[in-house]
């Protein structure tokens, strides 16, 4: 294929003996072992490959994350019964060990019972950044230890290199378009610095370039889109299992205070939903501008009504050197699927940290991260606790 001719030739150069490894040990690659996360698909196959043709020592090991019942009916969500299946056909093929651990209940306990009770409360949460948080970079991580692992490599997209004082520095990915550092913001610095990412300098289309390059019998298979416990993107019905009767009936209103309507749940609505509110009539489209949980209510108002000035925050990850100078200017990114957008931190001594926006964002919903960066770096982030409107008739 020609496209293996846009991959660096470095990814491909042996190391002397004494000389730095690409994985920043100061050890041949023979010398160094890794616990590589596989979960089947195609990023994390190719980082195992790849690690194995540089002449690391690679264990790969895949968690069985949730019931296989539900997987198994899901095709290209990441850890479902297919996908371990994936995972160990690619070990045998690069000759590799692999290993399947069962992390079933601390996935749910961890990651899906706070899915479902984030719901409830009125936020949009990302299950992907508490699994990363939570079963992925602590509990897998501390396997990864005891098994002699000088470090644990994934296949997110996001780069890492070594900082000050020892310590790795946590950097956006080559390609913008697959960056991964909005879902990686909650990472410690002790995680951060036993964590690699082989794939952060490559973009995907060299990754599949590879992966045709080591005949992996997963090349041709296409990215998960869905959340990988949410069969069809149906989060409600994950949501009514785990809490039955979590769907209350309330009021729709508007922010005049006008009943609008009825509906059968909070959980069936997000901030900045315009379709299937189920209410209409008014001269402007409506629009999803906040939810209350403890009064049942969704409330709609004008697309006006979305704009946010600032955002306080709970939760706060620093991964800088120093503690932040108050006002301090950055990027900030509050949906994955945004580029980042100018703004200033504010950490005052007693009460939450705060972002403001240079400019009103539209559609800021509690739950979602707030990731700052400065330049190419990131430097942590926070959850965003409560949205402060730029609207003066929004509550």
Known sequence: MNDILTIPE?????????????????????????????????DSSVTAALLKEQGYEVIGITLQLYDHGIAVQKKGACCAGQDIHDARKVAETIGIPHYVLDYESRFRDQVMEDFADSYIRGETPIPCVTCNQTVKFKDLLATA??????????????????????????????????DQSYFLFATTQEQLDYLRFPLGGLKKDQVRALAARYDLPVA??????????????????????????????GDIVHLDGRKMGRHDGIIHFTIGQRRGIGVGGEADPLFVVALRPEQKQVVVGPREALQTAAIDLRGVNWLGSEVPKDGLAMTVRIRSTRPPVPARLFWPENGAPEVAFDSPEEGVSPGQACVFYLDNRVLGGGWIAKARSAYPERS
């Open 10 to 42: 470095t990814l491909f150069a042996p190391r002397r003996s004494g000389e730095v490894n690409s994985l920043g040990f100061d050890r041949a690659p023979a010398d160094t072992r890794v616990v590589v996360a596989m979960s089947g698909g195609v």
């Open 145 to 178: 230890r005891d098994l002699g692992a000088d470090c644990l490599a994934t296949g997110h997209y996001i780069q890492s290199a070594a900082g000050e004082g020892g310590h790795r520095r946590l950097m956006k990915a080559v390609d913008d378009g697959r």
């Open 220 to 249: 041709a298979k296409p990215d998960s889109q869905d959340i990988c416990f949410v069969p069809q993107g149906k989060y409600t019905s994950v949501i009514e299992r785990l809490r039955p009767g979590a769907a209350e009936p």
